[in-house]
């Protein structure tokens, strides 16, 4: 395995360093331990505004317009205590066993966001200060699940832990530690050995993750994309380029690592363009030694909440939600969710899976969705 000290650390700047304005503190995280380590990570990065309020509310997140508030919200960060209820991991086939949460909120702009409709509120980013009883769950479900604990398929991945359900958690890290935290502890045993944490990101900045004793107990995936979706509807993020040599990076310090290709859209040339694409990721893992490369393939949809948040959102969108060009899809819950017709489904996943093995016959298709 290479070693932090064996690749130029020099050439990991960050294309994209996330730095919130505003840093809201509630009186019940102000003195737990990582909330020290999260005002010193925002100190370093130039934070003047760090307040400690005075109850557990975060307040003064609302401008005079949605437009005003989305701003402010999205250069926010607040440090908070986890409830009760989000300490229990969650089901989350078909990624992971279970879902454990650092954080609730991203600083990103996507205009197909799918945290929109989910979150309450003003898109403040929330990280929970209570790190320890976030953790805790791994020591409660480990050796449970039924995504990849105990299946033929994945069984060899162990008990799995998705990270980034609803945040991007390397977004973040440089101002939270929360990623490094987790990653060092599960590497270093502490929750046996039979454990994996995963996680998808739109950012670069794996300096720190590539120096840490991992244990080879993570995956790091990439949410990588054609030219046209990612340049157009992905703001606030690392460029294809930069992801791809972070990819390398993680990859080459001897990380679990994985490609998270979504939204995918049909969109004018999509063909053409999403074979660049995994032309592009061939060529950044070309010769890296044992590696352990999967993938995820994700078509978009959107929700009626969804749509009508991110329209709030970004009125000026191009981004098609197109309720009569799409199908109807009811979830077990009775809710509704818009997908891509059957045909245009059943042809964008022949090409990817012919794609993925003339290109990258390294990688695993996890799965499609």
């Known amino acids: 395995m290479t070693t932090a000290r064996e690749l130029d650390l020099t050439t990991l700047a960050p294309t994209r360093l996330w730095v919130p304005k505003h840093v809201l503190i509630t009186r019940a995280a102000a003195e737990l331990p990582h909330t020290a380590e999260i005002v010193r990570r925002c100190e370093q ?3 003047t ?42 089901p ?18 996507c205009q197909y966001c799918y945290l929109a409709g989910s979150l309450q509120g003003p898109p403040v980013t929330r990280v929970y200060a209570n790190i320890d009883d976030v953790l805790g769950g791994i020591t409660t479900h480990a050796g449970r699940g039924a995504v990849t604990s105990g299946t033929i398929e994945r069984g060899h991945e162990g008990t799995t832990f998705e990270l980034s359900c ?50 080879r107990r993570t995956r790091i995936r990439f949410s990588v994309n054609a030219a046209d979706v990612a340049n157009r509807f992905e703001g606030g993020t690392a460029r294809m380029p930069a992801r791809l040599a972070a990819l390398r990076a993680v990859a080459t ?10 939204p995918i859209m049909p969109v004018p040339g999509w063909r053409e363009q999403y074979g660049a694409l995994l032309d592009d990721v061939a060529q950044a893992i070309a010769g890296i030694e044992d590696l352990d490369l999967t993938a995820e393939i994700i078509t978009h949809r959107f929700t009626p909440a969804s749509k009508e948040v991110l329209l709030g959102w970004y009125p000026n969108t191009k981004l098609e939600m197109d309720e ?3 199908s109807r899809k009811r979830s077990k819950f009775g809710g509704v969710k818009y997908v891509y017709p059957k045909q245009t489904m059943a042809e964008m996943r022949q090409w990817f899976v012919d794609g993925l093995e003339r290109r990258l016959p390294e990688a695993r298709l996890l799965y499609w969705t």
């Open 45 to 47: 990065a130039g934070v």
């Open 49 to 90: 505004d760090i307040r400690f309020l005075p109850g557990n509310a975060l307040t003064g997140l609302r401008g005079n317009s949605e437009r005003e508030t989305y701003a402010s919200a999205k250069n926010t960060l607040g440090v908070v205590v986890a409830p009760p209820s989000a300490l229990k991991p969650q």
């Open 92 to 109: 989350i086939p078909p990624s992971a066993d279970w879902r454990i949460d650092l954080a609730k909120g991203c600083p990103a702009h």
């Open 166 to 215: 609803y945040t991007d958690p390397l977004g973040i890290e440089s101002v939270t530690g929360s990623l490094a935290a987790a990653i060092s502890r599960v590497g270093a045993g502490g929750f046996g050995s039979d454990v994996q944490l995963r996680f998808t990101t739109k950012f670069d900045d794996v300096r720190e993750l590539v120096t840490l004793d991992h244990g």
């Open 253 to 262: 310090a001897g990380y679990r690592v994985g490609l998270t290709i979504a």
């Open 324 to 326: 009569d060009a799409r």
